[in-house]
């Protein structure tokens, strides 16, 4: 019992540690990237959220 209770705090431990991703427009970015799954390419003004998604 002791086990599975220490393994729970190093797993809420690591998960508390980790990074957020912090994104300037979520949906701007969300935007942008359909209109390339649609094959679209690169729309004027999407440039930034798709750079913005990829890095």
Do not use: N, Y
Not at 29 to 53: E, I, N, R, S, Y
């Amino acid at each position: 019992m002791k086990k599975v209770i220490s393994a729970t705090l190093i797993t809420i431990a690591l998960a508390a540690q980790a990074a957020p991703a912090f994104a300037k427009d979520p949906c701007e970015t969300v935007l942008c990237m359909a209109g390339m799954l649609q094959g679209q390419g690169t729309v004027d003004g999407c440039d930034g959220p798709v750079k913005d998604f990829f890095t």
